[in-house]
């Protein structure tokens, strides 16, 4: 089946303005794109100039009807599991049950962990993902109220640079896997093997996303095993190139 396809920014610069980002979701929406997904980042060294993407999507999940939203990614390492099972569960139910839960360890190449006293060190924040993951399962699943739209939970994906191992087998225990850095199909085709492999024949749909430029054919990432195409912008998005995209399709 051909892959699904999304617009994927950075809320950085002119669209660290939530309307614009909301205006630009709905018209994505419009022109029968099937999702819309941003970066999660605190601070980041090309701007200074950095939306709240949580706050970002309640207002696209109120301009929108349809289209798949979430982050990506979330570094879990550095939120409260407690605040951040509310958050979810909250923008899951205000967007109808379309929210996708993208999350990772993170990097602290941007300052984001060591200077607001979060844990510096990748093996640590590593086993705080994982610890997170189990215990936001646990509230959805009804130490908290209300539960979130989506059943059995609301989906997770887990992203993976290439050519790092570790992160492909933590995703082929939740919903979907997001490789970062891949440079061609063949390598995507190497880890939808792998995942395969994982899972051996594990219950439940599970997602391969990918991130290209715009212009950028579909047809070879989805022979790789890709069943979410997403058309990304780099850190530095304008209004203007996100709206030719999106009417280009």
């Known amino acids: 089946m051909p892959a699904r396809r999304a617009i994927f920014v950075a809320p950085f610069g002119e669209l660290a303005e939530p309307r614009r980002l909301a205006r630009l979701a709905e018209a994505a929406e419009a022109a029968g794109w099937d999702g819309f997904f941003l970066w999660d980042h ?8 950095v939306a709240d993407p949580w706050v970002a999507m309640a207002a696209i999940a109120c301009a929108t009807e349809r289209v798949r939203i979430g ?8 939120r409260r599991i407690q605040k951040l ?20 360890i993170g990097g602290d190449r ?6 607001f006293g979060d844990p510096e060190d990748a093996r640590e924040r590593a086993r705080l993902l994982d610890g997170g993951l189990e215990r936001l399962v646990a509230l959805w699943g009804g130490e908290f109220a209300p539960p979130p739209v989506q059943q059995p939970r609301i989906p997770v994906w887990v992203a993976a640079r290439w050519p790092n191992r570790r992160p492909v087998r933590r995703a082929a225990r939740w919903d979907g896997l997001f490789p970062i850095d891949l440079t061609e199909p063949e390598e995507l085709a190497e880890l939808v093997a792998e ?12 997602d391969v996303v990918v991130t290209n430029p715009a212009g950028t054919g579909a047809a070879p990432w989805e022979a790789a095993g890709a069943t979410w195409c997403l058309t990304g912008f780099g850190p530095a998005p304008t209004e203007g190139e996100v709206r030719e995209a999106i009417a280009a399709g």
Request: hydrophobic share 30%.
């Open 42 to 49: 605190i601070v980041y060294s090309e701007t200074r100039e």
């Open 71 to 78: 982050p990506l990614v979330t570094p879990t390492p550095r």
């Open 85 to 104: 099972a509310r958050e979810t569960v909250t923008l899951d139910r205000l967007s109808g049950g379309r929210l996708v839960f993208g999350v990772g």
């Open 110 to 115: 941007h300052g984001e962990f060591g200077p």
């Open 195 to 206: 995942v395969g492999d994982l899972r051996d024949g594990a219950p439940g749909p599970f």
